[in-house]
Nanobody, 122 residues
Framework: QVQLVESGGGLVQAGGSLRLSCAAS????????MGWLRQAPGKEREFVAA????????FYADSVKGRFTITRDNAKNTVYLQMNSLKAEDTAVYYC???????????????WGQGTQVTVSS
Protein backbone atom coordinates (compact mmCIF):
# COMPACT_ATOMS: atom_id res chain seq x y z
CA GLN A 1 0.00 0.00 0.00
CA VAL A 2 1.01 3.57 -0.68
CA GLN A 3 -0.30 6.48 1.33
CA LEU A 4 -0.49 9.93 -0.22
CA VAL A 5 -1.03 13.23 1.56
CA GLU A 6 -1.61 16.43 -0.41
CA SER A 7 -1.25 19.99 0.75
CA GLY A 8 -1.12 23.48 -0.69
CA GLY A 9 -4.55 24.09 -2.14
CA GLY A 10 -6.49 27.28 -1.54
CA LEU A 11 -8.09 30.34 -3.04
CA VAL A 12 -6.17 32.51 -5.47
CA GLN A 13 -7.02 35.22 -7.97
CA ALA A 14 -6.76 34.62 -11.69
CA GLY A 15 -3.18 35.06 -12.82
CA GLY A 16 -1.82 33.99 -9.46
CA SER A 17 0.18 30.94 -8.42
CA LEU A 18 -0.10 27.99 -6.06
CA ARG A 19 2.14 25.06 -5.28
CA LEU A 20 0.72 21.68 -4.37
CA SER A 21 2.72 19.06 -2.53
CA CYS A 22 2.17 15.33 -2.24
CA ALA A 23 4.09 13.21 0.25
CA ALA A 24 4.14 9.48 -0.39
CA SER A 25 4.78 6.79 2.21
CA UNK A 26 4.50 3.03 2.44
CA UNK A 27 5.51 0.72 -0.43
CA UNK A 28 6.74 3.54 -2.62
CA UNK A 29 9.52 1.41 -4.14
CA UNK A 30 6.89 -0.33 -6.29
CA UNK A 31 5.65 2.96 -7.68
CA UNK A 32 6.48 3.75 -11.31
CA UNK A 33 5.36 7.35 -11.18
CA MET A 34 3.14 9.99 -9.68
CA GLY A 35 0.45 12.13 -11.18
CA TRP A 36 -1.88 14.98 -10.50
CA LEU A 37 -5.46 14.73 -11.66
CA ARG A 38 -8.35 17.09 -11.06
CA GLN A 39 -12.10 17.06 -10.99
CA ALA A 40 -14.25 20.14 -11.40
CA PRO A 41 -17.92 20.21 -10.34
CA GLY A 42 -20.08 18.38 -12.83
CA LYS A 43 -17.10 17.14 -14.84
CA GLU A 44 -15.17 13.92 -15.05
CA ARG A 45 -11.78 13.55 -13.45
CA GLU A 46 -9.02 14.53 -15.85
CA PHE A 47 -5.27 14.07 -16.10
CA VAL A 48 -3.17 17.15 -15.35
CA ALA A 49 0.49 16.15 -15.05
CA ALA A 50 2.70 13.20 -14.16
CA UNK A 51 6.32 12.32 -13.57
CA UNK A 52 8.23 9.04 -13.53
CA UNK A 53 10.22 8.44 -10.35
CA UNK A 54 13.34 6.96 -11.92
CA UNK A 55 13.72 8.90 -15.17
CA UNK A 56 12.01 12.17 -14.28
CA UNK A 57 10.15 12.12 -17.59
CA UNK A 58 7.17 14.47 -17.35
CA PHE A 59 3.77 14.54 -19.01
CA TYR A 60 1.27 17.39 -19.15
CA ALA A 61 -2.25 17.92 -20.31
CA ASP A 62 -2.44 20.42 -23.16
CA SER A 63 -4.59 22.71 -21.03
CA VAL A 64 -1.81 23.27 -18.48
CA LYS A 65 1.31 22.98 -20.61
CA GLY A 66 3.53 26.04 -20.14
CA ARG A 67 1.74 27.07 -16.94
CA PHE A 68 2.14 24.07 -14.62
CA THR A 69 5.35 22.29 -13.68
CA ILE A 70 5.61 18.94 -11.94
CA THR A 71 8.76 18.07 -10.02
CA ARG A 72 9.89 15.36 -7.65
CA ASP A 73 12.17 14.96 -4.67
CA ASN A 74 13.09 11.29 -4.58
CA ALA A 75 14.81 11.58 -1.21
CA LYS A 76 11.61 12.91 0.35
CA ASN A 77 9.21 10.79 -1.74
CA THR A 78 7.44 14.02 -2.53
CA VAL A 79 5.99 15.40 -5.74
CA TYR A 80 5.12 19.03 -6.36
CA LEU A 81 2.86 20.82 -8.79
CA GLN A 82 3.74 24.45 -9.37
CA MET A 83 0.76 26.19 -10.91
CA ASN A 84 1.28 29.61 -12.47
CA SER A 85 -0.98 31.91 -14.47
CA LEU A 86 -4.00 30.25 -12.95
CA LYS A 87 -7.35 30.59 -14.67
CA ALA A 88 -10.89 30.26 -13.38
CA GLU A 89 -11.19 27.01 -15.35
CA ASP A 90 -8.41 25.51 -13.23
CA THR A 91 -10.80 25.46 -10.29
CA ALA A 92 -11.17 21.85 -9.15
CA VAL A 93 -10.29 19.32 -6.52
CA TYR A 94 -6.74 18.21 -7.27
CA TYR A 95 -5.75 14.65 -6.49
CA CYS A 96 -2.30 13.23 -6.14
CA UNK A 97 -2.01 9.64 -7.32
CA UNK A 98 0.55 6.87 -7.66
CA UNK A 99 0.78 4.30 -10.43
CA UNK A 100 2.71 1.01 -10.34
CA UNK A 101 3.02 0.62 -14.12
CA UNK A 102 3.56 2.61 -17.29
CA UNK A 103 0.82 4.79 -18.69
CA UNK A 104 1.10 7.86 -16.52
CA UNK A 105 -1.27 9.80 -18.77
CA UNK A 106 -4.10 7.42 -17.90
CA UNK A 107 -6.70 8.16 -15.25
CA UNK A 108 -6.72 4.73 -13.57
CA UNK A 109 -4.04 5.20 -10.96
CA UNK A 110 -3.49 2.65 -8.22
CA UNK A 111 -3.39 4.87 -5.13
CA TRP A 112 -5.03 8.20 -4.44
CA GLY A 113 -4.72 11.05 -1.99
CA GLN A 114 -7.72 12.68 -0.36
CA GLY A 115 -7.71 15.67 -2.70
CA THR A 116 -7.14 19.36 -2.15
CA GLN A 117 -9.40 22.18 -3.34
CA VAL A 118 -8.02 24.81 -5.68
CA THR A 119 -10.30 27.77 -6.34
CA VAL A 120 -9.36 30.49 -8.81
CA SER A 121 -11.47 33.63 -8.67
CA SER A 122 -11.88 35.68 -11.82
Amino acid sequence: QVQLVESGGGLVQAGGSLRLSCAASGRTFNSYGMGWLRQAPGKEREFVAAIAWSTGIRFYADSVKGRFTITRDNAKNTVYLQMNSLKAEDTAVYYCAARDRVGLRQNDYDYWGQGTQVTVSS
